[in-house]
């Protein structure tokens, strides 16, 4: 059975930075593709950030790159989303999503975990 459980949203101040954690668990991990996704209230779900679990390719939104890292600890079976330099259009709901396709597109991601809320204040 996949799971995903997301941790570390909250509430901050804009420039702050804020470290989002998805743990994983489920069947052939080494072979999927880690994403981050958010969603703001009355917009779609959007790309934020991706990893191979296998390799250490990564992929950013334009809107994050920079700013943003995506990393993994195979160990603990752990993606991590370290948000640098938060902008008050960064508050959404970050969910974190398990895939097979190296991809943007939130319809090839099957498994998604329940969010975690993001808030930044001016």
């Known amino acids: 059975q996949v799971q995903l459980v997301e941790s570390g949203g909250g509430s901050v101040q804009v420039g702050d930075s804020l470290t989002l954690s998805c743990a994983a668990s489920?069947?052939?991990?080494?072979?999927?593709?880690l994403a981050w996704f958010r969603q703001a209230p009355g917009k779609e779900r959007e790309f934020v950030a991706l990893?191979?679990?296998?390799?250490?390719?990564?992929l950013y939104a334009d809107s994050v790159k920079g700013r943003f890292i995506v990393s993994k600890d195979k160990p603990k079976n752990i993606v991590y989303l370290q948000m640098h330099n938060l902008k008050v259009e960064d508050t959404a709901a970050y969910y974190c999503?398990?895939?097979?396709?190296?991809?943007?597109?939130?319809?090839?991601?099957?498994?998604w975990g329940q969010g975690t809320q993001v808030t930044v204040a001016s």
């Open positions: 999503a398990r895939g097979s396709q190296y991809s943007t597109n939130r319809l090839e991601y099957v498994f």
């Open positions: 489920g069947r052939h991990l080494s072979s999927s593709v």
């Open positions: 990893i191979r679990w296998s390799r250490d390719s990564t």
